[in-house]
C-alpha cells in the first residue's frame, strides 16, 4: 500500500515541449534495474546534463528558480515506448503530478498505476499556466484530487480521472489493495448469492 494522495500545494517546475518521449524522460541506458528507487537522478539525463556529466544549467531542472513536485509540461507528454521506468523516474525525483493537455494512454495508465497524477488541461488553460509560472515562480497550485480540481492564481480548473484509479490514489491502494479491500463485499455476495446447479433436485 502506498501513501494516500491528499490536496496539496506547490510550486511549479514549467517544461514547455511538446512530444516529450520516454527515452527523454529516462533513457533506454538507465533501464537495466529491476527496483523503483534510484530512477529519479537520471531523470530526463540528457537534457539535465552534458557529455561530460556536468548540470547544463539552462535546463530547468538545473534551476533554482523553479521548484517544486508539479511537473507542467507541453501536449502529448510520455509518447513512444511503453516502459513504466518513465513514470518511475519521475516519482522517485519528487513529481506527485504531471499537467499536460494530453497525455500518450500508456503512459497515463503507467503513471496512475504508480501513484503519479497526470491532469489534462485544454490548451488555452495550459499556456496560461505556463505564462503564469515562468512570469511568477513562486505561483502556487494546489491539487485537489476529492474535487477533481486544479487551483491557481484565481482559476479552478476541473479535470477528468477513471473513478476507479482515482479511488486507489486517495486511498493509497494498487490493483491488489483494492481487492483485498473488497474482501467483504464479496464474501458477503458469495454467500447470498443464488447458485441454481446446487439445488437438490428429486428424482
Partial sequence: MKNKFETFSSTAIPLPIENIDTDQIIPARFLKSTSRLGFGENLFYDWRFDKAGKPQTDFVLNSTIYTGSILVSGENFGCGSSREHAAWALVDYGIKVVVSSFFADIFKSNALNNHLLPITVSPIILENLLSQIQTNPTTILTVDLAAQELKFAT????????????????????????????????????????MPYLKNTSV
Fill in 155 to 194: 482559476q479552478r480548473i476541473s479535470f477528468e480521472i477513471n473513478p476507479y484509479k482515482k479511488e486507489c490514489l486517495l486511498n493509497g491502494y494498487d490493483d491488489l489493495d483494492y481487492l483485498l479491500s473488497q474482501k467483504a463485499i464479496i464474501e458477503k455476495y458469495e454467500r447470498e448469492k443464488k
